[in-house]
């Protein structure tokens, strides 16, 4: 791949590899906007197919942590890491301080958090090492609780722009994915008696929806025929693609996970069918209010407060869509692009001579 193309098409700033052979660690920092402030973005672990494909989830990542930031109104900018290998290895501790002294290089430029295949504990071998990584253990942790809180009231404003009524109670909904930021969503959407359809590749997950909210489980490609009023993708992105457009029966998708449209042109093909999309970043952005809260120690009910304007925000959303005539997705980058063009813009401020 052309990595510079790459990084111009999106407007990052900075893309970054590293490697330490003593552990077998092989990294990627991407960043895409500081305007705002810091680049946050947490670092996922995954076995790629290539290391293009690592680049291209970081370089995607990193620019969806700039507008998640922007929208939710936080003075970050965006940024992500991935390490490539098996995130199930056992010997973790020198590959995430290995992975720590990486981010330390940069200093302060990019904070890191968890993501996929890390945890909190991973957190604290990385923090051996910088001082610029959150989500640590008996800090704010695991921020899915704030995210599901996030996607919920999303999910419950994308409802009230469809159906004129932000009640989900009686209503069915498709949830890909049983991990964490869908296990917490499961138990609010249980509590306000909607009906759940559940799906993931681990077995056990699913059989805990079940069991704990009376979820009614499916084989992982079945979930995107299933008839419901919502689809809420809480696993790996690209799940709106050619395939499933065909086959979805719902009305709205509203879910946790990141890069859900597989290209930008389904994003006009969701439009055109008539179904209302919650903008990605903006739905699931309880998780960077959530790291952001705890690097100014903001206490748990102010994080899940803030989260809770997620609602408000995406209704701000459709109305651009609606008096602009544009998609969800349209809408939501405008308002990132304002706030980021705003702050750009300001003039300078003469401070004195340091002498």
């Known amino acids: 791949?052309?990595?510079?193309?790459?990084?111009?098409?999106?407007?990052?700033?900075?893309?970054?590899?590293?490697?330490?052979?003593?552990?077998?660690?092989?990294?990627?920092?991407?960043?895409?906007?500081?305007?705002?402030?810091?680049?946050?973005?947490?670092?996922?672990?995954?076995?790629?197919?290539?290391?293009?494909?690592?680049?291209?989830?970081?370089?995607?990542?990193?620019?969806?942590?700039?507008?998640?930031?922007?929208?939710?109104?936080?003075n970050l900018g965006g940024g992500k890491s991935v390490i490539i290998g098996d995130n199930k290895r056992a010997d973790r501790e020198a590959l995430f301080r290995a992975h720590g002294r990486f981010i330390e290089t940069l200093n302060g430029r990019y904070i890191t958090a968890e993501d996929v295949g890390t945890s909190p504990a991973d957190m604290e071998f990385v923090r051996l090492e910088t001082n610029h990584v959150a989500g640590l253990m008996g800090m704010s942790g695991d921020p899915s609780p704030i995210t599901s809180y996030g996607v919920y009231m999303g999910m419950k404003a994308t409802a009230n722009a469809r159906w004129h009524s932000d009640s989900l109670a009686g209503r069915t909904?498709?949830?890909?994915?049983?991990?964490?930021?869908?296990?917490?969503?499961?138990?609010?959407?249980?509590?306000?008696?909607?009906?759940?359809?559940?799906?993931?590749?681990?077995?056990?997950?699913?059989?805990?929806?079940?069991?704990?909210?009376?979820?009614?489980?499916?084989?992982?490609?079945?979930?995107?025929?299933?008839?419901?009023?919502?689809?809420?993708?809480?696993?790996?992105?690209?799940?709106?693609?050619?395939?499933?457009?065909?086959r979805l029966k719902v009305e709205i998708i509203a879910?946790?996970?990141?890069?859900?449209?597989?290209?930008?042109?389904?994003?006009?093909?969701?439009?055109?069918?008539?179904?209302?999309?919650?903008?990605d970043y903006v739905i699931n952005g309880g998780g960077v209010i959530n790291v952001y809260g705890e690097l100014h120690r903001w206490p748990e009910e102010r994080s899940k407060k803030k989260a809770g304007?997620?609602?408000?925000?995406?209704?701000?959303?459709?109305?651009?869509?609606?008096?602009?005539?544009?998609?969800t997705f349209q809408a939501a980058d405008r308002l990132a692009e304002q706030r980021i063009a705003a702050v750009n813009?300001?003039?300078?401020?003469?401070?004195?001579s340091r002498a």
């Not at 791949?1 to 077998?24: K, N, R, T, Y």
């Open 309 to 327: 304007e997620i609602y408000d925000t995406l209704t701000r959303i459709f109305e651009i869509a609606r008096r602009d005539g544009i998609p």
């Open 1 to 74: 791949m052309d990595i510079f193309a790459a990084m111009q098409s999106l407007g990052h700033e900075q893309l970054v590899m590293g490697h330490d052979p003593s552990c077998g660690y092989i990294g990627i920092i991407a960043i895409h906007d500081t305007t705002l402030g810091p680049a946050l973005g947490g670092t996922r672990f995954w076995k790629y197919a290539s290391t293009d494909e690592a680049i291209t989830d970081a370089l995607r990542l990193a620019r969806g942590m700039t507008y998640k930031s922007a929208v939710a109104g936080l």
């Open 255 to 279: 879910g946790g996970a990141n890069n859900q449209l597989a290209e930008e042109r389904h994003g006009f093909l969701l439009e055109e069918k008539g179904l209302t999309y919650a903008p």
């Open 173 to 246: 909904v498709a949830v890909q994915g049983a991990g964490k930021v869908a296990y917490y969503l499961c138990r609010h959407l249980h509590a306000e008696g909607a009906k759940l359809i559940v799906t993931d590749i681990d077995a056990e997950k699913v059989k805990r929806a079940v069991e704990e909210f009376g979820a009614r489980a499916v084989a992982p490609d079945a979930i995107y025929d299933q008839k419901a009023d919502v689809y809420a993708p809480c696993a790996l992105g690209a799940t709106i693609n050619d395939d499933t457009l065909k």
């Open 345 to 352: 813009g300001l003039d300078k401020m003469w401070m004195g």
